[in-house]
């Protein structure tokens, strides 16, 4: 499977804009043979939001009108697509990524783990259990930014089958370690497959690092930006090697196998209220 990451800018506010440009690059990766390709956080709408009233106008349904705009692009390209949107609820508004398919909407996320940041400031914790998503290619998982923080959400998705987790991003200054060491662990600690997609460019005064990735079962990096300059990244991978968790590194006496290995006894003490506070949400 041929996957691709596009590494780009995007204008706060300016949904038809930025939704052009992706289909632009969505019409490039499928002509490079690409399946599927992975756009950044909030690509749809950009991320630095000052509050909810200014956020909302610019959020939508899933399925909605831009979902169904990028089904007919998908259905015309025999392609997939991952976007990072907002999604409208009635309770107010997520920070969601959602996978497209020739069929439609195959599955979405909202996310679960929010720093102080941005539009995640006003946007409402991730409500659903994670979920493996059946591609015709590939089991994928989704999560968004912060998420890619807490080791938890990608062994559940292991657990549940995961081939590859997908991580729309929008990594500003200081995230540059997250960038650079964590993706390439969740994939080793796991032994999956991992795209990482992040946007470049300044929003209100926060710069972008770029730093995509894409990693392999081994912790490997398969493909990188190479700066902070509008970028595709491609990759292929294979389920096959991500289904296989038994390591033979030397046959009957090196065998890792980080699946079978846990032990779930002994980690109680993670699903334990912690009684710490976030910061304080407006």
Same mark, same amino acid.
């Given at each position: 499977m041929?996957?691709?990451?596009?590494?780009m800018d995007v204008?706060?506010?300016?949904?038809?804009?930025n939704? #052009?440009?992706?289909? /632009?690059k969505i019409?490039?990766t499928a002509?490079? %043979? $690409?399946?599927l390709?992975?756009? +950044?956080?909030?690509a749809?709408?950009?991320?630095c939001?000052?509050s909810?009233?200014?956020?909302?106008?610019y959020?939508?349904s899933i399925?909605?009108?831009?979902?169904?705009?990028?089904?007919?692009v998908?259905r015309?390209?025999?392609?997939?697509v991952v976007?990072?949107?907002l999604e409208?609820?009635?309770?107010g508004?997520?920070?969601?990524a959602?996978?497209?398919?020739?069929?439609g909407?195959l599955?979405?996320?909202r996310?679960?783990h929010?720093?102080?940041?941005?539009?995640d400031?006003?946007?409402?914790?991730?409500?659903?259990?994670?979920?493996?998503?059946?591609?015709p290619?590939?089991?994928i998982?989704?999560?968004?930014?912060?998420? #890619?923080?807490f080791? /938890?959400s990608?062994?559940?998705?292991?657990?549940? %089958? $995961?081939?590859?987790?997908i991580? +729309?991003?929008?990594?500003?200054s200081g995230?540059?370690?997250?960038a650079?060491?964590?993706?390439n662990?969740r994939s080793?600690?796991?032994?999956?497959y991992?795209?990482?997609?992040?946007r470049?460019?300044?929003?209100r005064?926060f710069?972008f690092?770029?730093?995509?990735?894409i990693?392999?079962?081994?912790?490997?990096?398969?493909?990188t930006s190479?700066?902070?300059d509008?970028?595709?990244?491609?990759?292929?991978?294979?389920?096959?090697r991500a289904r296989n968790?038994?390591?033979?590194?030397?046959?009957?006496k090196?065998v890792?196998?980080?699946?079978?290995?846990?032990r779930?006894e002994?980690?109680?003490?993670i699903?334990e209220?912690?009684?710490?506070?976030?910061?304080?949400?407006?």
């Open positions: 041929k996957i691709a990451g596009v590494q204008s706060l506010m300016d949904k038809e804009g939704l #052009s440009r992706i289909i /632009e019409k490039e002509a490079a %043979g $690409a399946s390709t992975v756009f +950044p956080e909030c749809l709408t950009g991320y939001f000052a909810l009233e200014e956020a909302l106008p959020a939508e399925p909605g009108p831009t979902t169904d705009r990028l089904q007919e998908c015309e390209l025999n392609h997939s976007i990072g949107m409208q609820a009635e309770q508004i997520y920070n969601a959602v996978l497209i398919t020739p069929q909407v599955g979405s996320y996310k679960i929010l720093p102080y940041l941005g539009v400031r006003f946007a409402l914790p991730g409500d659903r259990d994670f979920t493996v998503h059946s591609h290619e590939a089991n998982g989704l999560n968004i930014c912060y998420d #890619s923080a080791p /938890e990608s062994r559940i998705m292991t657990i549940q %089958g $995961a081939d590859l987790i991580l +729309p991003t929008n990594w500003p995230a540059e370690h997250v650079e060491h964590a993706i662990t080793m600690e796991n032994g999956i991992y795209c990482a997609i992040n470049i460019g300044s929003e005064g710069e690092i770029g730093k995509s990735r990693t392999g079962t081994a912790g490997e990096t398969i493909a190479t700066g902070t509008p970028e595709i990244l491609y990759a292929t991978i294979d389920p096959a968790k038994r390591v033979d590194r030397v046959p009957d090196h890792i196998h980080r699946l079978a290995d846990r779930p002994m980690y109680e003490k699903t209220p912690h009684g710490l506070q976030p910061p304080n949400r407006d």
